[in-house]
């Protein structure tokens, strides 16, 4: 059983604010993800890691920074957001060999933002 | 990038009935895997299966590698299987990255 956590589940705050999603993982994976999905829709991949003090863009223009200083933590900051950025944020990590194939991902419970 | 295809993109079944939902994917893939997101938006793993055959009670998912396609199989239907069913694929040929996800099948299971 996969156990990765997201806080907060739900966010509602102001535009210009800075916000950092929270999502942990206990399995000890390498490979940690994040996708933005807006409700009813596909799944959008803006940033990924490889491991610590890796990180990616995915194919998704965001506006949005993360960072990976430890294995089990992989924090999502907006540096000011707008109502733009509403949407459902889900992180997601997967173990594998030391290389760039990624095997099975597991997903956290998503956060769901809505800035105003 | 590859494309990943899901159909149908709507589906409503009266409780007990069977379905086949399909994967068109457009390269080569060292992982696929189904999921179900649930009212809440959560995705929950269903299966892992970049190739062959696997089975899990009602569900049952077969995926055909060479011929670039995955099929998830719902017998029994019941409401609880709303929600809407994902394929995602990591290509092996386009550089290793994340998993692309289809845009879904939105099922309703109607008692």
């Known amino acids: 059983e996969a156990d990765i956590y997201q806080t907060p589940r739900y966010l509602v705050i102001g535009t210009g604010k800075k916000i950092t999603l929270e999502c942990s993982q206990t399995?000890?994976?390498?490979?940690m993800y994040w996708y933005q999905q807006d409700p009813g829709m596909e799944l959008h991949l803006i940033h990924y890691?490889?491991?610590?003090?890796?990180?990616e863009k995915g194919d998704l223009s965001s506006e949005s920074t993360v960072s990976r200083i430890r294995t089990e933590h992989f924090p999502l900051t907006l540096e000011s957001a707008r109502p733009s950025h509403t949407s459902q944020y889900l992180c997601?990590?997967?173990?594998?060999?030391?290389?760039?194939?990624?095997?099975?991902?597991?997903f956290g419970q998503g956060t769901r933002l809505t800035v105003v | 990038g590859i494309q990943v295809e899901q159909s149908p993109p709507d589906l409503i079944l009266q409780e007990g009935a069977n379905s086949t939902l399909r994967c068109n994917f457009s390269?080569?893939?060292?992982?696929l895997q189904w999921f179900h997101q649930n009212p809440w938006g959560q995705l929950i793993n269903l299966f892992y299966?970049?190739?062959g055959t696997k089975q899990n009670g009602r569900l049952s998912a077969t995926t055909v590698a060479t011929e670039r396609y995955s099929l998830l199989y719902i017998s029994s239907s019941q409401t609880t299987d709303s929600g809407v069913y994902f394929c995602?694929?990591?290509?092996?040929?386009?550089?290793?990255?994340?998993?692309?996800f289809g845009k879904g099948t939105r099922l309703s299971v109607i008692a």
């Open positions: 997601a990590s997967s173990e594998g060999d030391r290389g760039r194939i990624f095997s099975e991902a597991f």
């Open positions: 399995m000890g994976h390498d490979k």
């Open positions: 890691s490889y491991g610590v003090n890796s990180t």
């Open positions: 390269d080569s893939v060292n992982n």
């Open positions: 299966i970049p190739s």
């Open positions: 995602a694929v990591t290509s092996r040929n386009s550089g290793n990255t994340p998993l692309v």
